[in-house]
Nanobody, 117 residues
């Protein structure tokens, strides 16, 4: 089992910055990919960014150049640095840990990010 706990959400004005954290515990050696997803109220969930065990990073076009995913392996923590925030970034942000074999698909409880205009 892998447990994920997000933190760092809050209210920020447009143009501001926030850093989300996702602390992993449990069977962390099972994790191959960690990522961030978000879901705005009334909308479908959206992939935001991922980082692989090898350190490869990927971003959704909507956040590329503004968001940065990183990790601190010593702390078993993944971060999402969000700069130049826009009102459309308002959503609940969820941390995710995945592996195909053995299968793993763990989610955190989510943290709310609200960007005011």
């Amino acid at each position: 089992q892998v447990q994920l706990v997000e933190s760092g959400g809050g209210l920020v004005q447009a143009g501001g910055s926030l850093r989300l954290s996702c602390a992993a515990s449990g069977s962390i050696l099972r994790i191959k990919v960690m990522g961030w997803y978000r879901q705005a109220q009334g909308k479908k969930g959206e992939w935001v960014a991922t980082i692989t065990r090898g350190g490869s990073k990927s971003y959704a076009d909507s956040v590329k150049g503004r968001f940065t995913i990183s990790r601190d392996s010593a702390k078993n923590t993944v971060y999402l640095q969000m700069n130049s925030l826009k009102p459309e970034d308002t959503a609940v942000y969820y941390c995710n840990a995945k592996n195909l074999f053995p299968y793993l698909d763990a989610w955190g409880q989510g943290t709310l990010v609200t960007v005011s205009s």
